[in-house]
């Protein structure tokens, strides 16, 4: 981390060993991606019995990272040891998470392109699109979204996901645009 570990505490002192604690944990991040540029924790307690121990324990991990930040608030639980092993379990998988995105382990999705219904066979349960550069691409009633193969006609405007099919491209997922008609 390029700035120290901040530990900051609401409502309850913080010993050593808590700290310690807080702090091993803080550098186990690291190993998952080297990237984090600062780490906040706050432990807080939101309430107390009456003269008495706390309800509850609140941790929040904030994880400053470049171009983005990571925020983690667990949900309260009665021993702090336990809310604080859960604060930054869920903020390794959120960092392992970020560290795939960054490196481009992570499937992005494609972008979906325009094209015209150009024929229609309702009984058969397929259909062909033609793109904009005239190449004609075979769908499936079960690659239209949200069921509305029965509300598409000749003519129809969609953004589809093309692949290679065992006899030539195919749309995998096909939506209806916001415009439904080609202008004629």
């Given at each position: 981390?390029?700035?120290?570990?901040?530990?900051?505490?609401?409502?309850?002192?913080?010993?050593?060993?808590?700290?310690?604690?807080?702090?091993?944990?803080?550098?186990?991040?690291?190993?998952?991606?080297?990237?984090?540029?600062?780490?906040?924790?706050?432990?807080?307690?939101?309430?107390?019995?009456?003269?008495?121990?706390?309800?509850?324990?609140?941790?929040?991990?904030?994880?400053?990272?470049?171009?983005?930040?990571?925020?983690?608030?667990?949900?309260?639980?009665?021993?702090?040891?336990?809310?604080?092993?859960?604060?930054?379990?869920?903020?390794?998988?959120?960092?392992?998470?970020?560290?795939?995105?960054?490196?481009?382990?992570?499937?992005?999705?494609?972008?979906?392109?325009?094209?015209?219904?150009?024929?229609?066979?309702?009984?058969?349960?397929?259909?062909?699109?033609?793109?904009?550069?005239?190449?004609?691409?075979?769908?499936?009633?079960?690659?239209?979204?949200?069921?509305?193969?029965?509300?598409?006609?000749?003519?129809?405007?969609?953004?589809?996901?093309?692949?290679?099919?065992?006899?030539?491209?195919?749309?995998?997922?096909?939506?209806?645009?916001?415009?439904?008609r080609q202008p004629t």
């Amino acid at each position: 981390m390029q700035t120290p570990l901040q530990v900051t505490a609401r409502n309850l002192e913080i010993d050593d060993a808590t700290r310690r604690l807080v702090e091993r944990h803080a550098k186990k991040l690291e190993t998952f991606s080297p990237r984090i540029t600062s780490c906040h924790v706050t432990i807080e307690v939101p309430q107390r019995f009456p003269a008495g121990p706390p309800i509850a324990y609140n941790v929040r991990v904030d994880l400053h990272l470049p171009g983005d930040e990571i925020v983690v608030k667990r949900q309260p639980h009665p021993e702090l040891e336990t809310a604080i092993q859960n604060a930054f379990a869920a903020a390794g998988r959120r960092l392992q998470d970020y560290a795939r995105r960054i490196r481009g382990d992570v499937k992005r999705p494609a972008a979906l392109e325009r094209a015209t219904v150009t024929r229609l066979c309702p009984f058969e349960d397929y259909g062909f699109l033609t793109t904009r550069d005239a190449r004609e691409v075979y769908f499936h009633r079960h690659s239209v979204v949200d069921g509305a193969f029965d509300r598409l006609e000749v003519g129809t405007v969609v953004r589809f996901a093309e692949e290679m099919g065992r006899q030539g491209p195919q749309a995998s997922t096909v939506a209806i645009s916001g415009r439904h008609r080609q202008p004629t």
